[in-house]
């Protein structure tokens, strides 16, 4: 594969790495970003990390800001007020800072708890300073410098809390660092609690030797100040920020509507500059929209669709540069492809990790199988197998979608696939069961025999993740050339689809053993759309009439499970209609219409096939009714809830783990913050929720994807709009001006990566609401769930990015 990107490169002129003037692909550049393309040449095609870019972070506009007043917190050779705790020592190193010194290795175990034994790091090290109970609500910024030390390489962070006498339910700010230089760290805290402060705390957890050649690593931190300075952003409502357009800062894609937002503005007509020239190329009036979630300022520059780099212009607002193109999105491909390729477990990362997890087993039959494989789930090291099929699945509808047009991503999309589909394959164990998932938080050494070498990986027969299995084998084995792997990935998927079906023959729906996996909430209705696709997909594999046979039976539960009525479209859990099908991290909404689309393009004489179409018809015009709920933002809500719905208390409380005991209570208001339809239903934007478990960027995705495959099928461009504004939200057409992409655009933040350091292209669980809200909270502290990056993300973006 390494060489066929290679001849691929070189005769698309791969060569001149960017030298060319013309940023159009078709002129056989890679990207369209000079920059970006110089650093794939040097990357040899992402088989090393691409340099982390903070020029244009969020974190760089804000260190750019007036400092009003400040002070700074003393820091003495006698340490008075300053207390540690854990292993290694805190001295003063002279010159107001203090070094904290712990040793890479500990000679103990990481050990868990009994459910998750190996979800556990070597111990913490944390240091904190006494603030008496004094309120910092004068202050709005911490500042401070860093300097992270170590032999070799290794990634390090340090946390920052502000404890308050009241409980703040945000925890800590993670601080991505550079090693062995001078770090200058911001972080504001308009939204932490902080009337009462009694510490002002540092912390950072012992993960293991990864690439660090010494005995040792320290954290020099020096000039911690209190500061005041002239502004902070936003972190919750709709209200676009003061100052800002709201756009989608990628670009837009030149079909469907193409809209920016800005405040109730005074302002009444905008600009698109050509933004090379700053030529005047498309004037418009500001319309002023009035919403469910506000009044703003709507620049629409819809019917404009000349291919080029533009500046939007409103009054004394100005955008910066975004392209508007058929390609606008490659380089975010080429971005997510980057941080995906970081996350590879089971081979060195150079700057990240070495070849790690090849000491992590699953035993079974008798014998010991390596999982060091496929990638890791998060800001984390655990790995699901699953999640690394899903994964894999959607590397190859990118790679489905770019082989013609960009053949060289094309293939480097395929090779990463290709990385993930041969661990799926290794993970089968015989006779429906796989290695499943571990959850990890540290590093191994990586050699087999020696004390900290795993035997808990799970593993299971379940049939709906063989049901899954089946589906992604099949369709990559349809999409690849003849090879080895293709023959096995088809082998596979009859033996995996077997599998699940006898099993389910047999037992019923499946009892999900473990809570932590994503598949535990799977609803009845959505079980069988899943085994109806996978069956669609291996009668298209094979043309079997027995799998065609399969998919339109087993589709006929579902279609019982949709709603009707005057508000239809949306699916129930099963056919007591009690609970519609809600999701809160993970979500697989687009596989109702996967499945759909995939009998009605597969068997469109069948006599179920109008029903199929009706069927169709009514989520799309569900789909419809619910974007208003947004507007102008364009963001999937997450759908319509009813009261009661935990007296389906099977269903509600595998969806809401670790619930608290007034979770009914808690529902009910929480979907009274929503907008009432009618006596006991409610529109949520966000879903309801209660946990750890909070971010909508995999909901909003997977609506998207759902809202492409219907705008395809029924070649309906309203449909295709809603996945288009699910891109660009992402990439910063959303109430905070960011975007989720790290590297794409601009005011992208610091993510959660406390393993593996910051990444190009890195993309979080996504947004949340606050509290019982149904607003949008974006907060600065940098903390899981929301923020942690995940590769579920990614994966989802290429996938509705494969639509377009």
């Known amino acids: 594969m390494r060489r066929v990107l290679i001849i691929l490169a070189v005769a698309c002129g791969l060569s001149a790495c960017g030298n060319g003037t ?105 240091f904190s300073t006494l603030m008496h109970g004094r309120s910092l609500e004068t202050f709005n910024r911490i500042s401070l410098e860093v300097f992270p030390r170590c032999e070799g390489t290794a990634v390090m962070n340090l946390n920052l809390h502000v404890e308050n006498a009241t409980h703040s339910a945000l925890g800590a700010h993670l601080i991505n660092l550079v090693p062995n230089r001078w770090n200058w760290v911001t972080f504001e805290i308009n939204g932490v609690v902080r009337e009462q402060v009694e510490r002002l705390g540092f912390y950072t957890d012992l993960k293991g030797r990864n690439q660090a050649v010494g005995d040792s690593l320290a954290y020099l931190v020096r000039r911690v100040r209190l500061e005041c300075v002239d502004q902070t952003d936003k972190e919750s409502g709709w209200e676009p920020p003061q100052g800002e357009i709201v756009y989608s800062m990628t670009g837009y894609l030149p079909e469907g509507q193409k809209t920016a937002i800005v405040g109730d503005t005074l302002a009444r007509t905008f600009s698109l500059l050509d933004a090379e020239s700053r030529m005047r190329v498309y004037n418009n ?117 770019y082989r013609h047009e960009h053949p060289v991503l094309a293939h480097r999309l395929l090779e990463e696939a290709e990385w993930g589909l041969r661990f799926v394959l290794r993970c089968r164990l015989g006779e429906g069961y796989h290695a499943s998932s571990i959850g990890l938080l540290h590093w191994t050494d990586g050699r087999i025999g020696t004390a900290d070498d795993i035997h808990t990986v799970r593993k299971q027969n379940v049939a709906y ?32 689809y077997a599998f699940a079906l006898a099993k389910f023959r047999r037992d019923g729906y499946d009892h999900f053993p473990h809570i932590m996996e994503h598949t535990y909430n799977t609803s009845p209705s959505q079980f069988h759309a899943t085994m109806s696709w996978a069956a669609s997909q291996l009668y298209q594999l094979t043309g079997r009439d027995d799998y065609a046979r399969d998919a339109a039976d087993l589709i006929r539960y579902t279609l019982d499970c949709q709603a009707t009525g005057d508000i239809s479209g949306y699916f129930y859990r099963d056919t007591t209609h009690c609970a519609p099908v809600h999701y809160i991290h993970q979500s697989r909404e687009q596989l109702y219409m996967q499945a759909l689309v995939a009998l009605c393009e597969t068997q469109p004489r069948h006599p179920d096939c109008e029903r199929w179409r009706s069927a169709i018809r009514a989520y799309a ?109 992402t990439v910063g057409k959303n109430p905070f001006c960011q975007s989720l992409i790290y590297g794409e655009g601009h005011r992208y933040p610091s993510m959660d990566s406390f393993s593996s350091g910051e990444i190009m292209g890195e993309i979080p669980v996504g947004i949340r609401s606050l509290g019982n809200d149904d607003v949008p909270y974006w907060p600065q502290t940098n903390n899981a769930c929301y923020k942690e990056v995940w590769l579920t993300s990614a994966g989802k973006f290429l996938s509705l990015l494969a639509e377009y």
């Open 285 to 401: 009036k500001v319309a002023i929209v009035s919403g469910s979630v506000g009044r703003y300022g709507v620049l629409d520059f819809s019917e404009f669709r000349r291919e080029g780099t533009y500046i939007l212009q409103s009054d004394t607002l100005e955008s910066a540069p975004f392209r508007i193109a058929p390609d606008a999105f490659t380089n975010a491909a080429w971005r997510l492809l980057n941080y995906i390729y970081c996350q590879r477990c089971g081979c060195e990362v150079k700057g990240i990790h070495g070849d790690c997890h090849r000491d992590v087993f699953c035993d079974f039959g008798g014998k010991s199988i390596s999982y060091g494989g496929g990638w890791h789930d998060a800001g984390d090291l655990s790995q699901q197998t699953l999640q690394t099929a899903d994964v894999a699945y959607e590397l190859t509808e990118a790679y489905v979608r």
């Open 22 to 126: 013309d940023t159009s692909l078709r002129a056989g550049r890679l990207t369209t970003d000079s920059l970006l393309e110089v650093q794939l040449c040097a990357t040899d095609l992402l088989h090393a990390p691409l340099p982390v870019d903070t020029i244009r972070s969020l974190e760089a506009a804000q260190r750019r800001r007036k400092v009003l007043h400040s002070e700074q917190i003393p820091i003495t050779p006698t340490l008075d007020d300053w207390q540690y705790r854990g292993w290694g020592s805190l001295t003063f190193a002279g010159d107001s800072t203090l070094c904290l010194t712990l040793p890479v290795e500990t000679g103990h175990r990481a050990i868990g708890s009994p459910n998750d034994p190996d979800y556990a790091t070597y111990g913490r090290a944390s």
């Open 465 to 496: 993740d063989n049901f899954l299995y089946a589906a992604y084998e099949a369709y990559a084995a349809r999409s690849m050339d003849a090879s080895p792997l293709r023959d096995s990935l088809a082998e596979a998927a009859k033996k995996d």
């Open 621 to 729: 015009d569900y789909l419809r009714f619910l974007s208003a709920y947004t507007a102008p933002y364009g963001m999937a809500p997450s759908g319509i809830y009813q009261t009661g719905e935990y007296a389906d208390s099977a269903g509600f409380y595998s969806l809401h783990i670790f619930a608290p005991a007034n979770v009914p209570e808690l529902f009910e208001t929480q979907i009274r913050r929503g907008e009432p339809l009618d006596e006991g239903r409610y529109v949520r934007r966000f879903p309801v929720w209660f946990g750890i478990f909070n971010g909508n960027e995999a909901i909003l995705l997977s609506a998207g994807k759902a809202a492409a495959q219907c705008g395809r099928f029924l070649d309906d461009d309203a449909l295709r709009q809603i996945g288009r504004e699910q891109l660009y939200w």
